[in-house]
């Protein structure tokens, strides 16, 4: 994923708000961090740190003294090092995007075809521009492509519009311009949104809406599908007007968005709420409350589904462990997956009394591949859990995400409902996909009982999609449900 931050003001300097703004987006990536921002006597500025084991903030305070401007922007990577600079006959100006691109390779060739490939010297090169820079794993940043798509025209509007239309995916597009104005451009089905901040005196855009309330700027308003954006210190001037088709992801609010945060109105952490009440009153209604001693929460964003299913179902809510933070950063992730795995034993802490001789049911965000929870799972019996009941927030996933970059595996037969499938029924059991998904079909009831005995569960439930989308509130057509349906 990723996340962005951005500001201008009539004459203030930018750089703390956004510093504290960009770091805000940190739960949104785990990769690298930029910042960028643009003086009137000194141009721009621009610093990039890899952030894989280390916060953002600790990063970057010490470069703060070495920025000025009143406009600046700022993101956190899950993939391409970003922002970039780029100068063209747009003018200098800064971007970073968040967002995949499926068709990157067919579009470089394009582009190269477009710019005179093949080429016979290094003067071509250099005359023709066909040339994209790569990154150490030979790839292109995905920035520098929407860039090179976006110069393709003759204003920041329309360029921005035919990178969207081209590009196999999605792509929210932040531009910070060499006359310190910036431009925000909703991805084309709004499946991550763009919010607009102001203050007293400047404006900001976001990802996450409550990155700027702490820095004094309130909600003016939250940018459609494909709608772009210019602002200054005092204006927001439409370059193009919303879509009227969207598809915002339904992650946002069971798994990453976080808890303060509204998304088209609706606010994380109480759509969490109604939906573990949504899954109580299921099992109430069934008959399938199992008698529990404690409802918990697999920590982070599994708790405030626990606490809406502790609240219906009138179960104790517990922690029976708990995560050991001050000392482990969210982002520390070692290249050794023996060590990986050491770290997440060594962060979970278990409360003794809470478990040992107990009855617990734990509401996790979803279920994708299974592994930590088993290892979840091992762990509570070790630490003498009598039983260990799981329920799932969202139903099973059966398609990876192929419109965010969503750090959850790029293939299908990666995610445990689709590999138990296999398990079940072989080739045959994947044209069955959508009768698998519903919990009350004989597939259905077969592959929650295959999941619940591979993972030692003594039951397994899964939030329906109805009952996931209610808790959204939103109309059903505007969220995606592709990772559960495959229906875009
Ligand atoms: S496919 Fe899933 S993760 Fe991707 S945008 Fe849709 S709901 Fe979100």
Redesign the pocket.
Known sequence: MGGFFGAVTTGRSVVLDVFFGTDYHSHLGTNSAGLTFWDKEKGFSKEIHNITNTPFRTKFENDLYKFHGNCGIGCISDTDPQPLLVRSQLGVYAIMTIGIINNAAELIDKRLREKGYPVKSLLDIVQNDNQFMVMSSGKVNSTELVAALINQEDSFAKGIKNAQKVIDGSMSIVIMTDKGELIAARDALG?TPVHIGRGEDGQCISFESFAYTKLGYQSYKELGPGEVVKLTATECEQLAPPGDKM?I????WSYYGYPNSDYEGVNVELMRYHNGESMAQAEIDMGTLPDVDYVAGVPDSGVPHAIGYSTRSRKTFARPFVKYTPTWPRSFMPGDQSVRNMVAKMKQLPVDKLIRGKKLLFVDDSIVRGTQLRETVEFLYESGAKEVHMRSACPPIM?S????N?SRGNSDMDLLARRMIQELEGDEGHKHIEEYADASTKRGKCLLSAICEKLGFDSLGYQSLDGLLDSIGLDREKV????WTGKE
Do not use: P
């Open positions: 499946r598809k992801c339904a992650f946002l398609y995400c192929k419109f965010l969503f995606c449900t592709y990772c």
